[in-house]
């Protein structure tokens, strides 16, 4: 997906924006070019209060499908509660995409990716402590799921997928690899279905069978720039009164209005009276 930015018009007088990126990941938003002044880190720019036109700089990353961390071969069907494996990223990488191989069913795909505030704990033990980076499920589009999620080193992640709630399992404890650097993969899941609940309660085991989910990786993402202008439109105001001098108590007629194009506020004549 290229990189795009919805933004709006504010109306006359300015106000507060609310940007919002898609197409990549990794963002960096700032009011220069060279990238020094930084206002945000996420998707989302939140601007502050805007007078007057100003642009803003973005810069973002995006990732090719070229190397898949390598699984082990399938071995059986589960059916039932997902189940899937977590690792913890050598290195920084980009995710671009994401597949259920369809050795235990080639029905719709659910899968969900976890970044872990710690390392997973053994069942019986279970952790909600964790960002939700991505959930589909009953997914029936292309069948490589393109996404973008950043990796940093260190990183704990979990990845959990099926299709139609059939599992495809393969053994533990596994050693794969990413980017040349070894990576074992820890079995993990949860107590219910994904096809119809999101990730909750997770845990892992040491030992038994994970279910099978590709993931891509690319170590060497492209960097993408947009440059994007908030616009504040400038008011035209014209005031007529009827009355060259005012005194308490008098009554006076007054009117306004501006011109006006679809960008801006319309203003019809009105007629106020009142005291001062």
């Known amino acids: 997906m290229a990189l795009s930015v919805n933004s709006t018009t504010l109306p006359c007088g300015g106000g507060i924006d609310t940007l919002v990126a898609t197409g ?17 880190t996420t998707d989302t720019l939140i601007t502050g209060p805007l007078l007057t036109d100003t642009t803003f700089y973005l810069t973002s990353l995006t990732g090719q499908m070229d190397s898949v961390a390598p699984l082990p071969p399938h071995v059986s069907v589960y059916s039932g509660n997902v189940r899937g494996y977590w690792f913890t990223a050598p290195m920084d990488f980009i995710i671009p995409g994401l597949y259920v191989p369809t050795d235990a069913s080639t029905g719709s795909q659910n899968i969900a ?13 279970l952790t909600d402590g964790y960002t939700e980076m991505g959930y589909w499920n009953n997914y029936t ?124 506020f319309l203003y019809r004549f009105t007629s106020n009276d009142f005291r001062l």
């Not at 990549?24 to 945000?40: K, M, P």
């Not at 099926?162 to 949860?190: C, L």
Request: charged share 15%; hydrophobic share 35%.
């Open 24 to 40: 990549e990941c990794d963002y960096l938003w700032a009011t220069d070019s060279l990238l020094t002044n930084i206002f945000s």
């Open 113 to 125: 990716v976890l970044k872990f505030d710690s390392i997973v704990p053994l069942y019986p033990g």
């Open 141 to 264: 589009g292309p069948d490589t799921i393109p996404v973008c999620f950043a990796i940093d080193s260190g990183d704990v992640i979990g990845i959990y997928g099926n299709r139609i709630d059939d599992n495809s399992y393969a053994s533990t404890p596994y050693m794969s690899m990413i980017g040349g650097v070894p990576v074992e993969f820890f079995r993990s899941g949860m107590q219910n279905s994904l096809s119809s609940n999101p990730m909750s309660s997770v845990w892992a085991q040491s030992t038994d069978n994970i279910s099978r989910t590709e993931f891509y990786y690319d170590m060497t993402p492209d960097t993408s720039a947009l440059v994007t202008t908030v616009n504040i439109p400038v008011m035209e105001t014209y005031h007529y009164i009827s009355t060259s001098n005012i005194c308490v108590g008098d009554s006076v007629f007054f009117c306004r209005w501006s011109l006006s194009d679809s960008d801006r």
